[in-house]
């Protein structure tokens, strides 16, 4: 049995700024997220080296997807940063970076792909 690829990528939760795994799973030239977990503040990212994962492609979302552990979102905001954050649906057409602090409005992803480190 042959399995996809598969990498884990940090995200940011916009409800309280917290920062949770996200397992990905590789689909042709797009990435499937499986899997979604909190992250403590210990420095595991760093050691697991979560924090220098990149993908490329479109996201999709698994069947079995919980969300944000968080919040439960089901939905990810990528900043201009490469910055991966959970999407609370709302009506507001603005964003703010959990990562770095930027404001912007919402915008399609076309799949230019992110970076998942902790250091912005």
């Not at 709302?90 to 703010?96: A, L, V």
């Not at 970076?97 to 404001?103: A, L, N």
Request: overall charge neutral; hydrophobic content about 30%.
């Amino acid at each position: 049995m042959i399995f996809p690829e598969a990498k884990i990528a940090l995200c940011m939760c916009k409800e309280g700024k917290r920062p949770f795994g996200v397992r990905f799973e590789q689909c042709e030239k797009d990435w499937k997220a499986t899997w979604a977990f909190p992250i403590k503040k210990d420095g595991a990212e760093k050691r697991e080296n979560y924090d220098k994962t990149k993908l490329i492609g479109m996201i999709k979302w698994g069947d079995d997807y919980p969300g944000c552990p968080y919040c439960g979102s089901r939905g990810f905001v990528i900043c201009d940063c490469g910055g991966l954050n959970c999407n609370i649906h709302s009506n507001d057409e603005k964003f703010k970076c959990g990562w770095c602090g930027k404001e912007g409005e919402l915008v399609d992803y076309k799949g230019e792909g992110f970076d998942s480190g902790s250091d912005r």
